[in-house]
């Protein structure tokens, strides 16, 4: 399944039922780019935290954050995150994805990949805080890896691509509760990335739900 370019800067997949996936890959100009990655990786407080995984505590294979609005809790694998307020430079990032994706964000998930050890498993961000059909803007910066798709009830059919450094990958509609995602483990010798998924939260964490670490 391949991406079906619209226009010189951004490609769509359609993905059924009523899923999107768009695909910009010169969202930030590359200098841009560069400042925001160097920023962010010198600047942000990147933690190891523990996911819950098959009944067993698991630490994760990456480093992450979490930035948001004051007062945002976002939980999922068995752990709460609260925002710390968000760095300077995400702020009018934010604002043109807003723009792009005509939707609010007020929270981003930020996962630093080190090298090609660290990966993502298969998941869908359907976590019920983020509302029925939310969308996920993902910004990558660094070293490209490769993301894949797959069709919850037919794992067959995927879809495949190697976000660029500075591109914006939107997904929309349904896409979360019939596709999932991942991002793989690679014995290609690979620098680090850092990878933003902006997102709303609509309302708190199930209050059973506690931290793990």
Sequence with gaps: MKLKSISGDVCVKALPPAGELLYMPEFIAGPTADRLYSKLMQETVWQSRTIVMFGKKLMQPRKIAFQGDSGISYGYSGDVYHADPW?????PLKAGIERTARCRFN?????????G??????HSDDEAELGSCPTIASVSLGAPR????????????????????GSLMIMRGDLQHHWQHALPKTARAVQPRINLTFRKVVRPPHPRRRPTS
């Design 107 to 115: 929270c981003v998930l930020l996962n630093l990949y080190r090298d």
């Design 146 to 165: 490769r993301f894949l798709l797959r069709c919850s009830r037919d794992t067959s059919k995927k879809v495949a691509i190697e976000p660029a450094h």
């Design 87 to 91: 760095n300077e430079s995400l702020v």
């Design 117 to 122: 050890r660290d990966s993502m498993g298969w």
